[in-house]
């Protein structure tokens, strides 16, 4: 049920008669506002217009501040998920320097330790097309810069003058402390003969 905000609540329902849905859903019936906002005082709710078009309105029980509550969170939720699918892009060209690999290199880190794939394209200008080894080169060593948070989606492609290949964020590593406790060797249980006491030297007789 989505509840827009520009609803009106409780005392902002000014019509007569109103179509009553109540808590768990189902159909009151046909009711008096007043009636209504009795009954949504009596069970500690709100009494919500959910449909203002109808005739008579519809109208429905519910604890409208936790409703809304929980509205903002999911849209907050959603609006996390729709940029961690997003797909971001980064261009290099096949003579590229040093310094310009680096730094846009650095902008694909950044993208998946957000959450994103990345599309990174090679463009190639005029005869430079004849060689795609050269983009795939290019490729191979971003995905090689960027293995220890991501990896190739696929093998690369090509479309017109561009290559594209889509790097997609690893999975998260386990914290410090568990990989610590994983890698840590067992410490060996102590052997029964460590456990027992060494038997005593027998004593010379003092008179021998």
Do not use: W
Request: with cysteine; aromatic share 4%; glycine share 6%.
């Amino acid at each position: 049920m989505n509840i827009a905000k520009e609803h009106k609540v409780n005392e902002q329902i000014r019509v007569r008669q109103i179509r009553l849905i109540g808590a768990e859903g189902e159909q009151v019936g046909i009711i008096d506002t007043r009636d209504a906002m009795n009954m949504a005082r009596e069970a500690g709710m709100d009494l919500v217009m959910v449909s203002p078009q109808a005739v008579p309105p519809v109208c429905r029980l519910l604890d409208y501040g936790r409703f809304r509550y929980e509205q903002q969170q999911n849209e907050k939720e959603n609006r996390k998920r729709a940029r961690a699918q997003e797909v971001k892009a980064i261009k290099f060209r096949v003579k590229i320097d040093d310094h310009d690999f680096n730094t846009k290199t650095g902008h694909v880190r950044r993208f998946l330790e957000e959450g994103h794939k990345v599309k990174v394209t090679i463009m190639f200008r005029g005869r430079e097309r004849t060689h795609p080894e050269l983009g795939e080169r290019i490729l191979v060593r971003v995905a090689e810069s960027l293995a220890d948070i991501g990896a190739p989606e696929g093998t690369p492609s090509m479309m017109g003058m561009d290559m594209n290949m889509i790097m997609t964020p690893r999975a998260e590593k386990p914290a410090k402390k568990e990989r610590a406790a994983e890698d840590a060797p067992s410490t060996p249980a102590p052997s029964a003969a460590a456990a027992e006491p060494a038997p005593s030297e027998p004593v010379a007789n003092a008179g021998a």
